[in-house]
């Protein structure tokens, strides 16, 4: 009988034609986010980007007429820079009462863009004792960035011996609704380059259950990426209010898929740590002399089983961080302590170093190594030998 030989390609296509797959479209609708409704709380965090002030104004600046204790900074969004300064009218105020922001998107501070800030003082309990906290909060503030007319709400907020910040958070999303498996879910889209528009390259979805805990940013996909549960991989396109939707059997979202979301995960937090560098060194008194590395650690992606079998095959042992997107601190690991020349060397001569991230669990692990090295938060770090012993 003569063989036939058919080309991969053809094989590839054959598969994909054979799963079932389901398409729909729905109509959504522009929604402000308001994270105090608890009956019916809102899929998503609003999108957000926050500056440390300075008391120093750089070269060029000045502080407006008889302004008292000014603070200064440049908020990042998208492409954009947007000046703002927090002041008292006077020496005379208790508290600062003028915020400065660059709302039309011209790099400069004017006069017609001063605002009232009505500030108050509260006692806030941390690890160390209750400090006092002085802060105020401004809503539907407009902003143009990247010639986008958008509307921000800003919250002004200083502690007595800490950076004073000012955080920005642009609240409007697309929400629409459908089903997945014959369950309710809802869709959210959410302009995340900040160019007026939902859907469009650089924006991101999420598709969860009505009342979950709203997603932040890091939770979410980006607009070629598909939302993967209980082997349903779903895409979406987003055509002005209408979303179309397209299901497909599968066993595990892409790889690249989840590579994507690592590396917005990292991104989104270093640019929020760059920006606050300059406070948090100087105020957790950080060596930064030390040499940093060229090759960086090289993070494996398996489960702890797996890291497990390859610690045995090796003889190195596993080295195990528990993190989250979420986490800050896991992530200040990651900006001031990994990159350090000597333990990444260390790290990549000596063990197999694993993250276990809480939103790409496959392994079903974050719980229960947290619980073998008996940590009762995150980050957490263990290492293990090749028989799963801690060490």
């Known amino acids: ?10 094989i590839g296509l054959t598969l994909a034609a054979a799963l079932p797959a389901q398409s729909a479209e729905c109509v959504g609708k522009v929604r402000t986010v308001n994270l105090r409704d608890q009956v019916n709380p809102p899929p998503v965090v609003p999108e957000s980007r926050s500056v440390t002030l300075s008391d120093k104004l750089p070269s060029g600046v000045s502080a407006p007429a008889g302004t008292s204790d000014v603070l200064y900074g440049t908020c990042a969004i ?13 020496a005379k105020e208790e508290l600062p009462n003028k915020l400065y922001l660059d709302g039309n998107g011209n790099g400069k501070l004017e006069a017609d863009e001063a605002m009232d800030l009505a500030a108050t003082t509260r006692q806030q309990r941390t690890r160390g004792g209750r400090i006092e906290v002085i802060q105020a909060n401004k809503t539907g503030v407009p902003v143009k960035v990247n010639g986008a007319e958008l509307a921000a709400d ?12 000012v955080r920005l958070m642009f609240s409007r999303y697309l929400h629409a609704e459908t089903e997945l498996d014959g369950s309710a879910r809802v869709i959210a ?6 160019n007026g528009k939902f859907g469009d390259a650089g924006d991101l979805w999420a598709l969860t259950k009505p009342g979950a805990r709203p997603l932040s ?37 892409p790889a690249a898929d989840l590579a994507a979301q690592r590396h917005r995960a990292e991104h989104i937090w270093k640019e929020r740590f760059d920006g606050e560098r300059e406070v948090f060194v100087k105020a957790r008194k950080l060596d930064t002399t030390r040499p940093l590395a060229t090759t960086p650690i090289a993070w494996k992606d398996l489960t702890f089983d797996e890291g497990l079998a390859l610690s045995k095959k090796t003889g190195k042992p596993l080295f195990v961080d528990v993190m989250a997107f979420w986490c800050v601190w896991c992530y200040r690991l990651d900006y001031y302590t990994y990159p350090d020349k000597q333990l990444a060397e260390i790290m990549n001569a000596s063990f197999i170093p694993v993250k276990i991230i809480q939103e790409q669990d496959r392994g079903h692990d974050y719980a229960k190594v947290q619980k073998s090295i008996g940590a009762r938060g995150i980050p957490a770090m263990g290492i293990f030998d090749g028989d799963g012993n801690l060490l």
Do not use: C, Q, W
């Open 1 to 10: 009988m003569k063989s036939t030989s058919i080309p991969l390609g053809l």
């Open 78 to 90: 998208g492409k954009a820079k947007l000046p703002i300064l927090v002041a008292k009218s006077s």
């Open 154 to 165: 800003l919250i002004f907020t200083k502690t007595k011996s800490g950076p004073a910040t």
């Open 189 to 194: 889209v959410v302009d995340s380059n900040f």
């Open 217 to 253: 940013g890091y939770s979410m996909h980006g607009m070629g990426e598909g939302h993967f549960e209980n082997g349903t991989l779903t895409k979406i396109a987003v055509d002005g209010d209408r979303i179309k939707l397209a299901s497909s059997k599968a066993d595990a979202a």
